[in-house]
């Protein structure tokens, strides 16, 4: 069985990733324009009746923003948020039939079609923010964004994964120098804020160490102002060759852009 992966959009101006097999397909998050949403899913050779699954990590608008759209067009789609995210949503759940929605918690598993969906808990200003790992046949990918830290919960859950999607969001210099103001510096370098470039970079050395097993990592989430791909690449490359971890031999790196489809990626026979 085949598990695929595409990110129609990744960065702090909006979120849209798609995880599908033959016969099931899944957004996670919606955090862009319904009509990019719609368009990405085209490009793909989908139609709207083909998605049965939109899973939620957090209610920030770059990860909401075309929820409520999507449940009046996606007739077959069910949603699903922790019941923080919910809560913290406001009239958001209002808005969706009852039936469409419903609640995820950390390691509690749950089957959308063919997939198996694991969610844990991530580290960010949310009220109940939540990573997914997928699972079809013997293929595993995971996403992990939005997320202070990389807790001991995080890499258990996301450490046997063939693909991972990791955040890269900022570098940490270029952070301390912008035009934020020190306290929106201070949220971002904070347990409760995002991955800088250095600890997506540590996270995927202690991975590939402990596996030793070949993967695709996937670089998402980068920031617009504090960050950029070549350095989010270069950065990673350097500490994983620190610890004699090399592309192409121990794992593949990709960066997913802000506003473009990504490549596909496919695991399994």
Known sequence: MKLSFCSLASGSSGN?????????????????????IFAGLAALGMNQGDVDGVLITHEHIDHIKSVQMLAKKLENANFFASAGTWNAAGEL?????????????????????DIMV??????????????????????????VTDTGIITEEIHEAIRDS???????????????????PYSVKRRILGELGHLSNDAAASEICRICEETGEYREVLLAHLSKENNFP??????VKNLLEEHEIYIGKHLNLHIMKRDELSPVFTLGK
């Open 16 to 36: 849209c990733y798609l995880v599908r097999t033959e016969s099931t397909a899944i957004l996670v998050d919606a955090g862009i324009s319904g009509r990019r």
């Open 118 to 143: 694991t969610p844990f808990s991530l580290s960010h200003d949310a009220a109940e923010p939540t990573g997914y790992s997928f699972a079809a046949g013997t293929s595993k990918l995971s996403i």
């Open 230 to 235: 070549e350095m989010a690449y270069q950065t």
């Open 93 to 113: 759940r209002k808005c969706l039939e009852s039936a469409q929605c419903g609640e995820v918690a950390a390691k509690r598993i749950f089957k959308i079609g």
């Open 162 to 180: 063939e693909l991972l999607v990791i955040e890269a969001n900022h570098d940490v210099h270029m952070l301390e120098f912008c035009r934020y």
